[in-house]
């Protein structure tokens, strides 16, 4: 009998497998991920594993049309803080 994948295994496998070429994410919906993971782990609900790795800044998740991108931290683009960029725009 095979020994399962962690939650952080399986989610850092998905991210680069599912990846197409050209790009360092994963659209949690489009790529099939929610459902390969609910298969998985028999039915466990993926936004909660997610969530849960990216608090522990295992992951990145950036919130997309239609669900969310999935990046490993290394690969995740660096984003402003656009409350910093506003006051600055503001000359505040």
């Known amino acids: 009998m095979s020994v399962k994948l962690s939650h952080e295994e399986f989610i850092k496998k998905a991210i680069v497998e599912l990846r197409k070429e050209g790009y360092k994410g994963i659209h949690t919906v489009y790529s099939g991920f929610n459902n390969a993971f609910k298969k998985y782990f028999d ?4 936004v ?23 990046y490993l931290p290394e690969d995740a683009q660096a984003t402003k803080d ?11």
């Open 82 to 92: 656009v409350g910093d960029e506003a006051l600055k725009k503001m000359g505040l």
């Open 48 to 70: 909660e594993a997610t969530n849960k790795l990216a608090k522990e800044e295992k992951i990145v998740i950036r919130p997309v049309k239609g669900g969310v991108m999935l």
């Open 43 to 46: 039915g466990e609900n993926p």
